[in-house]
């Protein structure tokens, strides 16, 4: 059972306008959100994070929101540009064992058409 | 900088054949993490070890082991490799509550 669930397999955006990126969560406990971007044949570069006691957290470009009570997040790249084309990864988590264990979702992949 | 290093870039192994894939992190991070990427699943976390000789079995951890002898060191071991197991693997560490630091990837392809 998908506990993150990223639903658009690809987007693809102009250059210069807004990009969003979607992931839904079930486990009501998760409490810590990450977005992970990645180049092919590369490992995964971590882009931005929201704890659930914030529901907005602003990094240059890009900005993650999240609504609780639907258990959505998304990340908005503003404006987008074609270095930004790439697989980008929602992750979820809540302490288990003395640590974070982080689910990902199945990833989106971003075209950004200069 | 925090750095993950996995130790092979590519690697081809027969069906049959004991792999081990290394991992070693700087940092002296407590945590370390093995995942695995398939188009269309995401990453999907096979073990993970919060602690020297301490591991847990994460979401599909048939068919695998893992090994931590050293804090610094997560190694991940395919005991009989079979075709279904080419995938990329990603190791990743952390420090409690942060996010991961992810290794360049091995990208495994089993024959």
């Known amino acids: 059972d998908q506990q993150v669930k990223q639903n658009s397999p690809s987007l693809s955006v102009q250059e210069g306008r807004i990009s969003i990126l979607n992931c839904d969560y079930t486990?009501?406990?998760?409490?810590?959100f990450l977005w992970y971007k990645k180049y092919p044949a590369e490992g995964p570069t971590f882009l931005i994070s929201?704890?659930?006691?914030?529901d907005k957290n602003e990094d240059g470009r890009f900005t993650v929101f999240l609504n609780k009570s639907a258990k959505h997040l998304s990340l908005h790249i503003v404006p987008s540009q074609p270095g930004d084309s790439a697989v980008y990864f929602c992750?979820?988590?809540?302490?288990?064992?003395?640590?974070?264990?982080?689910?990902f979702g199945t990833g989106t992949r971003l075209k950004v058409l200069a | 900088d925090v750095k993950v290093t996995q130790s092979s870039r590519y690697l081809v192994k027969r069906t049959g054949e004991k792999v081990f894939l290394e991992c070693v992190q700087d940092m002296d991070h407590e945590n370390m993490f093995w995942y695995r990427q398939d188009p269309g699943l995401g990453l999907r976390l096979i073990y993970f070890?919060?602690?020297?000789?301490?591991?847990e079995k994460g979401d599909i951890p048939e068919g695998y082991s893992v090994s931590r002898e050293k804090k610094e060191r997560f190694s991940l071991i395919l005991e009989s490799a079979s075709t279904n197991q080419t995938s990329m693997y990603l190791c990743?560490?952390?420090?409690?509550?942060?996010?991961?630091?992810f290794g360049s990837g091995t990208r495994l392809t089993v024959v």
């Open positions: 929201i704890s659930s006691i914030k």
């Open positions: 486990n009501s406990m998760f409490d810590y």
């Open positions: 992750a979820a988590s809540a302490k288990t064992s003395g640590t974070y264990k982080y689910i």
């Open positions: 070890s919060y602690d020297v000789k301490m591991k």
């Open positions: 990743a560490s952390s420090r409690h509550s942060y996010g991961y630091t």
